[in-house]
């Protein structure tokens, strides 16, 4: 009886053991700071989305423009007068949707942009990550910048600073305090 009970008792532990897994967490947009490369790429989204919709900004205000005189001018004219420019404000608008489209819309200029200067950076810190974790014995990597809830993380398991050094960066206490 006390050999199967120790049998079992082995088994249990064996199983437990088997599935105790090394977990750590790395805040992205933590690392992201750190990179120079993504901070200008970030700076010239920026530049070139307040630009774009300060041109979205003067069409609309042109559209409004249109559209007030069309309405003090409007039982001046006839039909044909005013079918025109009711068509020359509806075919205005349907020009700055499709700008707006082009340069925000999913698969527009800004997003493509974005794609061509950040997605090379994440993949360095993704491969940085993997690295770690591989050189660690890590078993899961969560994401704290991402939409992971955490509701408590030991500052133990934070590889954050691990990412940067060997991403070839120094680490910023000053800026693990903005992060939180």
């Known amino acids: 009886m006390k050999k199967i009970f120790a049998i079992l008792a082995f088994i249990t532990c064996s ?14 947009e933590y690392i992201l700071k750190h990179i120079p490369e993504y901070v200008s790429a970030q700076k010239r989204l920026d530049d070139l989305s307040v630009q ?27 039909d044909d007068m005013r079918k025109r420019r009711e068509d020359e404000i509806v075919n205005k608008e349907k020009q700055v949707k499709d700008f707006q489209k082009q340069k925000f819309g999913y698969e527009g200029e800004l997003f493509q942009t974005r794609v061509r200067l950040v997605k090379p950076i994440q993949e360095r810190v993704a491969k940085a990550i993997q690295d770690i974790a591989t050189t660690q014995g890590l078993d899961l990597v969560l994401d704290k910048g991402s939409e ?10 934070d590889k954050s600073n691990d990412v940067i050094t060997k991403l070839g960066f120094k ?7 903005k992060a939180q």
């Open 15 to 28: 199983i437990s053991a088997s599935f105790a897994q090394r977990v750590a967490y790395v805040d992205s």
């Open 52 to 78: 774009w919709q300060g041109e979205v900004d003067k069409q609309y205000g042109e559209i409004e423009r249109l559209y007030k005189a069309y309405q003090n001018d409007q039982v001046l004219l006839n």
């Open 148 to 157: 992971v809830t955490f509701l408590f993380a030991s500052s133990r398991l």
């Open 171 to 177: 680490p910023d206490p000053s800026l693990a305090e």
